[in-house]
């Protein structure tokens, strides 16, 4: 052990293999349902008080409600105790009129032939109730109490029978075992369908004859606390099955597999994979039809709690075409296999969508700032062109020397510093569509002053190059504050073909006078 220790470290732990002294993780506590697997309601109800007296105006549905052991019970107690009344009244009739002395005087006439004793009695009324009428037991006309009697026994029989043969019948009758060939899969399933996130279960019928008018029905049972603080345990939601489409209406002569969307509208619309194993809820399944050999509603129920929803799986299909008919494999029928399904909520990734991409959309301010560096850009072409339209301007739009002077020894020091500019910030350049069209023409010529002015094209929006014509210049009044506006190439001082004087400023409009 210490050589074991030296060699793997202080952490090395001998795990003990035993099995007699395995420890299991711990268990998670089975929930309380409220709907069981087989459709039966965890519900008792307690502390009735009065109310018990309900039960008894509605004896008919409470005898059917029954278990089979009372209603068995309560047949033969209730057959046993009409028997044994009716056999003493017939009993006391007798007694009462002196038949049971002369049972053997064949001159005797007594109320009821061949009645001696009680089980002589019983005897009669078991042959006149079951109408068997052996012959030897019969009723004379000298009477009249045993008519009565007679008329009474044959509406009360009548009346036992009907009601607890039409009780045992219903009973008998009832579509609760039809819902038994009625199969819901052990476990529900999420994952996506059509791009749609889905919860998913499998329904199937096992018997050939079909569910007319099939519908299924899904609710949410999940505790909720109220904004106001009102507490409402074990809370109905509705869930979304296909109401609005119609796919709740189903034709179940083989196995299907319902889907409830998972949106906005649903209330596992913030359901990931993660909260599921902290959430606590039941989604009980009602699926009702038309028995079609009976004719009667029969409705299966079963339950899905947290534990039996599975993220990430799908149902493995059960359905094969074979030789004139298809088939359909029930060993698969609660088989699911797992597919890629994203971890998260509904909600979290369309939060997740929704959020702008700081790649491909460009913010506000970056966007103001780059058109207004880009407006500051300017083409040694617009410096040529405001001088050829200057001098087609006549004799009185000429610039005074001081001014050309500026213009003539400054064009090529402009024209070197643009071309250098634009050579080091290629990277964010334009291109020729976006340059006039005079440096397109000479971007298409072959001309070697065109080679310089090519590198134009490569111009960077983001810098500011102390490039400005001097058509520019008679816009501004004091030489201090310089605009960055350029003149645009369309402007109406420069393709008039008027006086350019008239657009100058008072100072420079003197100077040229004096000139």
Not at 207 to 219: D, E, F, L, P, T
Not at 313 to 328: I, N, T
Not at 334 to 349: D, L, W
Not at 436 to 448: C, D, E, N, T, V
């Amino acid at each position: 052990m210490a050589a074991l220790r030296r060699k793997f470290g202080e952490d090395y732990q001998v795990v003990n293999t035993n099995r007699a002294t395995t420890f299991s993780a711990p268990v998670k506590k089975k929930r309380q349902r409220f709907v069981e697997k087989n459709g039966r309601c965890n519900v008792q109800h307690g502390n009735l008080g009065g109310e018990t007296s309900r039960y008894l105006s509605d004896l008919f549905t409470t005898l059917v409600d029954l278990k089979w052991r009372w209603n068995l019970l309560i047949f033969i107690l209730t057959y046993t105790i009409a028997w044994l009344v009716m056999a003493s009244m017939w009993w006391i009739i007798a007694y009462i009129r002196g038949d049971l002395n002369h049972g053997h005087d064949p001159s005797y006439t007594p109320c009821v032939a061949n009645v001696y004793n009680f089980p002589s009695a019983f005897l009669f009324f078991i042959e006149t109730e079951a109408t068997i009428g052996y012959g030897y037991r019969y009723i004379t006309e000298k009477c009249p109490e045993g008519i009565i009697l007679f008329l009474f026994q044959s509406l009360l029989g009548s009346i036992v029978d009907a009601f607890l043969i039409g009780c045992m019948f219903i009973k008998m009758s009832q579509p609760k075992k039809r819902a038994e060939t009625l199969m819901f899969s052990q476990d529900a399933v999420i994952s996506q369908r059509d791009g749609k996130l889905c919860l998913m279960f499998r329904v199937g019928n096992l018997r050939n004859s079909h569910m007319v008018s099939a519908q299924i029905r899904c609710k949410l049972i999940k505790s909720r606390q109220t904004p106001e603080g009102e507490f409402l345990p074990l809370d109905q939601c509705e869930l979304d099955v296909g109401f609005g489409t119609g796919a709740d209406q189903l034709f179940l002569v083989s196995p299907l597999t319902i889907c409830h969307e998972i949106n906005p509208k649903s209330p596992f619309f913030d359901l990931s994979q993660r909260s599921l194993m902290n959430e606590q809820f039941e989604i009980v399944v009602i699926l009702e039809g038309i028995v079609e050999t009976t004719g009667m509603t029969c409705q299966a129920r079963t339950s899905y709690t947290e534990d039996e929803v599975l993220w990430g799986h799908r149902f493995l299909p059960v359905m094969s075409l074979e030789e004139g008919f298809f088939r359909v494999d029930y060993s698969q029928f609660h088989s699911t296999f797992e597919v890629p399904t994203p971890p998260y909520s509904v909600k979290e990734q369309e939060e997740k969508n929704s959020l702008p991409s700081p790649l491909s959309t460009p913010t506000p301010a970056l966007t103001e700032s780059h058109g207004a560096r880009r407006n500051r850009v300017f083409s040694v072409d617009c410096i040529n062109t405001s001088e050829e339209r200057g001098r087609q301007g006549g004799a009185g739009g000429r610039l005074p020397s001081k001014l050309q002077r500026m213009s003539s020894s400054g064009k090529e020091d402009l024209q070197r510093k643009v071309l250098l500019l634009s050579s080091q910030h290629a990277e964010k350049a334009c291109s020729t569509g976006d340059l006039p069209m005079k440096l397109q023409r000479l971007s298409s010529s072959p001309s070697p002053g065109a080679q310089n002015r090519l590198q134009l094209k490569s111009l960077k929006v983001g810098f500011e190059p102390m490039t400005q014509s001097t058509g520019d210049l008679y816009q501004r009044s004091p030489p201090t504050t310089l605009s960055p506006t350029p003149m645009p190439m369309h402007s109406p001082l420069l393709s008039a073909g008027g006086r350019l004087e008239d657009n100058l400023p008072p100072k420079l409009r003197k100077m040229n006078a004096d000139r």
